[in-house]
């Protein structure tokens, strides 16, 4: 079945950097659009980033200029690069398979992976 596993995530001193990844398998990842989704503690999970398979972007307003997306279609990985982190981006940080336009994810969750930023 679909495998996404994420990883990368730590905990950070607010104003550091970290870069998570996502592998993928079992679906045909060039040709997907790939999200990263953040749930922050009791709130839903939302999208923050996506990638087209083109590779253009897109941002929430709240990860804008300082987090930055991208893929590497060989590896089937995609990859988020957080800097300037804010203790507000504390959470569980999700990929997926982004369904366009409604921007829903496509398959099972991962585990995700957990990112606690410190102020």
């Known amino acids: 079945q679909v495998q996404l596993v994420e990883s990368g995530g730590g905990l950070v001193q607010a104003g550091g950097s970290l870069r998570l990844s996502c592998a993928a398998s079992?679906?045909?990842?060039?040709?997907?659009?790939m999200g990263w989704y953040h749930q922050a503690p009791g709130k839903q999970r939302e999208l923050v980033a996506t990638?087209?398979?083109?590779?253009?972007?897109n941002y929430a307003d709240s990860v804008k200029g300082r987090f930055t997306i991208s893929r590497d279609n060989v590896k089937s990985t995609v990859y988020l690069q957080m800097n300037s982190l804010r203790p507000e981006d504390t959470g569980v940080y999700y990929c997926?398979?982004?369904?366009?336009?409604?921007?829903?994810?496509?398959?099972?969750w991962g585990q995700g992976t957990q990112v606690t930023v410190s102020s």
């Open positions: 079992r679906i045909a990842f060039g040709l997907n659009s």
């Open positions: 997926n398979a982004v369904l366009t336009p409604t921007s829903m994810p496509q398959y099972p």
């Open positions: 990638i087209t398979s083109g590779g253009s972007t």
